[in-house]
């Protein structure tokens, strides 16, 4: 034993999935975490006889596996509070429906509970960071530095003020507040997420652009997400709403959009060549009726790609392992080609190339020294995923999130052996139960 470097933790006999840039795989590996960060990963032989101190907390991960968190680059968390509220309706009219929800009922105590719920589920299911667009950006800010969740979340922009009560005029000015108070915090990234062209003008768009590139952080926004806003945008603006962005400069390296289903080829090449990051997010196009984005095209001409639930309204849940499913097997069919989008890329989508299109590739994505101690534990002792040949296949199309046994974000455990450990669940539940009760009362999806 070398006493000069313990641990906090160790991580012990498991089947350790980097994800790193080697693709390193471990069968009986461990991970020594000291503090928030991966000190070493190795063999358990070698790792253990280093880094194990008296105050050395020991997980033993035999049957199960250890990779990176997951990683959903687009979702509105707090949406949680109206899952089941408005469904089998196109975007359009499934849109209005929601905001009259969201302007009679969302304000700061209520956010807390969607939040709370909605990364509650998402820790659940082995996501330990969400790019998230939704009201009240600071509330839910304080949710995840409570519970320990890794947050990216900024200023909103739409034409309206409700129902945060922010006049346009002053989203700006209320941006920069936020982005000062978190540009330095260990679990909160700012970013800032105008809504879409469609309902944001122009001048805030650059308002908005011009706030990211002050602070140097991402802009999302959701961009070509059905044919109607498409033609909507082009009307208005004579282009389409790439073009448009783009027109305005805000295509970069620092921006993510959100859906792109509808994009000819040459807005593909655009993206390409703007680096501009794509979040796919199969399961609500799906149901909203809005396509098939082509995302095979996207990844074979060089765009960045990743993979997002978008919120729990519009696809009604917040499982990043259905998402990766569909991402796999839904172009394989559309297409009639199952090469396409095979296992092993779609896991990076959802880990190292997620973290890399969003700016955190130095801190999570993958399991090294040096990177944050963002990782869970995946029970394998079941039947349904017994015998294991490919890894990667496994995490694709037989892993689902009540596998995940147990979950660390910056060294934390925030989930132990399906126990939470930082936030009263029950609670929660009761009170949104509670919400719901007088939400469905006002019948506001009907």
Same mark, same amino acid.
């Given at each position: ?13 498991? @089947? ?35 880094? /194990? ?17 997951? $990683? ?8 949680? @509070? ?53 009201? +009240? ?9 409570? $519970? ?37 915090? %260990? ?45 909507? /945008?082009?009307?208005? +603006? ?25 994009? %000819? ?16 997010? %199969? ?62 890329? !779609? ?28 990782? $869970? ?11 294991? +040949? ?5 995490? !694709? +199309? ?14 934390? !455990? ?14 929660? $539940? ?17």
């Amino acid at each position: 034993m070398n006493s000069t470097q313990p641990a906090d933790k160790l991580i012990l006999h498991g @089947l350790i999935i980097t994800m790193d840039d080697q693709l390193t795989v471990l069968d009986d590996g461990a991970v020594a975490i000291a503090g928030a960060g991966i000190v070493a990963v190795g063999p358990t032989s070698e790792v253990s006889a280093q880094f /194990v101190g008296p105050a050395t907390e020991v997980i033993d991960a035999t049957g199960q596996l250890v990779m990176p968190g997951l $990683i959903n680059t687009h979702t509105h968390a707090a949406d949680s @509070l109206f899952r089941g509220l408005v469904d089998d309706l196109a975007l359009e009219p499934w849109l209005e429906r929601l905001w009259v929800a969201e302007r009679k009922f969302l304000r700061p105590e209520t956010v807390r509970l969607g939040a709370q719920l909605a990364q509650a589920e998402m820790i659940r299911g082995g996501t330990t960071a969400a790019l998230d667009m939704f009201w +009240y950006p600071e509330v839910s800010a304080q949710v995840a530095k409570a $519970i320990g969740f890794r947050l990216m979340t900024g200023p909103v922009y739409f034409d309206f003020a409700e129902p945060d009560n922010i006049p346009v005029e002053q989203r700006t000015a209320r941006g920069r507040e936020f982005l000062q108070e978190y540009q330095r915090d %260990p679990l909160i990234v700012p970013c800032v997420t105008p809504h879409s062209t469609y309902t944001v003008s122009p001048q805030y768009l650059q308002e908005a652009q011009a706030l990211a590139d002050e602070f140097g952080v991402l802009l999302s926004t959701h961009t070509s997400e059905t044919n109607a806003e498409v033609a909507t /945008v082009s009307q208005r +603006y004579g282009q389409s709403p790439p073009r448009h962005l783009d027109g305005m400069g805000m295509l970069t390296e620092r921006t993510v959009l959100a859906h792109c289903v509808h994009l %000819p080829d040459d807005e593909i090449s655009l993206l390409a060549q703007r680096q501009t990051v794509v979040a796919h997010c %199969p399961l609500s196009n799906l149901k909203l009726g809005s396509g098939v984005a082509p995302i095979p095209g996207m990844r074979q001409n060089g765009v960045r790609t990743t993979l997002g639930t978008d919120g729990p309204v519009s696809g009604n849940d917040l499982d990043m392992w259905l998402t990766m499913r569909l991402a796999a097997v839904l172009h394989k069919g559309v297409q009639q080609n199952p090469t396409l989008m095979p296992a092993l890329e !779609v896991v990076k989508m959802a880990t190292c190339d997620a973290a890399s299109a969003l700016g955190l590739g130095d801190k999570i994505g993958s399991l090294a020294p040096g990177k944050q101690a963002d990782l $869970i534990l995946i029970n394998l002792e079941q039947p349904h995923l017994t015998p294991l +040949y490919d890894v990667y296949s496994h995490l !694709v +199309y037989a892993v689902g999130r009540a596998d995940v046994a147990t979950v660390l974000i910056r060294g934390r !455990v925030v989930m132990q052996e399906r126990e939470l450990t930082t936030l009263d669940e029950a609670s929660v $539940i009761a009170a949104v139960e509670e919400l719901g009760q007088t939400i469905k009362k006002q019948q506001i999806g009907n």
